[in-house]
């Protein structure tokens, strides 16, 4: 059974930085991408990044580009979002999610975790 | 970038046929995607390349793709799939996954 587990939310203050983890099992890691997929409280969901299985190709939302940085340790079964220069408007839960066969839908979600950026 | 309009609400009494739109330029040649989320809870993937269903979603699911229209259509609607729905494709321009607003689907 596909499990996905974020963690590393918290409360930071606009400027600053945090890395999101998410912990996979039940599947074999190494072999599918995995992307990061944002909340915002009371709005829609925005694709964030995703990583190729081996992490040869990253691609992210222009909202996102230049500060935050997705990346894998397949030995860890384990994937990192790198958050710098955070933003009010980047608060949301932040889910990992499996990209699947064909890499063009999330199959499997984690449950999420809140990033709060406040002062 | 590419942009999936859907309506932001949706009301059916229970039994009934639920209809969920998804706009965008094309979409007819797109893949089309969607979710299911429930308050509190993480999506879940109901509908894949434009109407396949995931083990595990019941058959009242379903999906269509033509056009510059994609719909989901919910049959026998039940209080249970009262929720906020999204569409979803990826865009192979600019390779890039894009979601639509997401329509909230009452049960009256």
């Known amino acids: 059974q596909v499990q996905l587990v974020e963690s590393g939310g918290g409360v930071v203050q606009p400027g600053g930085s945090l890395r999101l983890s998410c912990a996979a099992s039940g599947f074999t890691f190494s072999s599918y991408g995995m992307h990061w997929v944002r909340q915002a409280p009371g709005k829609g969901l925005e694709w964030v990044a995703f990583?190729?299985?081996?992490?040869?190709?990253?691609y992210y939302a222009d909202s996102v580009k230049g500060r935050f940085t997705i990346s894998r340790d397949n030995s860890k079964n384990t994937l990192y979002l790198q958050m710098n220069s955070l933003r009010a408007e980047d608060t949301a839960v932040y889910y990992c999610a499996h990209g699947g066969v064909r890499e063009e839908y999330f199959d499997y979600w984690g449950q999420g975790t809140l990033v709060t950026v406040s002062s | 970038s590419y942009v999936l309009t859907q309506p932001p609400s949706v009301s059916v009494a229970p039994g009934q046929t639920a209809r969920i739109t998804c706009g965008g330029n094309n979409i007819g040649s797109k893949s089309v995607h969607w979710y299911q989320q429930k308050p509190g809870q993480a999506p879940v993937l109901v509908v894949y390349d434009d109407s396949d269903r995931p083990s595990g979603i019941p058959e009242r699911f379903s999906g269509s793709n033509s056009g510059n229209t994609a719909t989901l259509t919910i049959s026998r609607v039940e209080a249970g799939d009262e929720a906020d729905y999204y569409c979803?494709?990826?865009?192979?321009?600019?390779?890039?996954?894009?979601f639509g607003g997401g329509t909230k689907l009452t049960v009256l």
């Open positions: 990583i190729r299985y081996d992490g040869s190709n990253k």
């Open positions: 979803q494709v990826w865009d192979s321009s600019s390779e890039l996954w894009v």
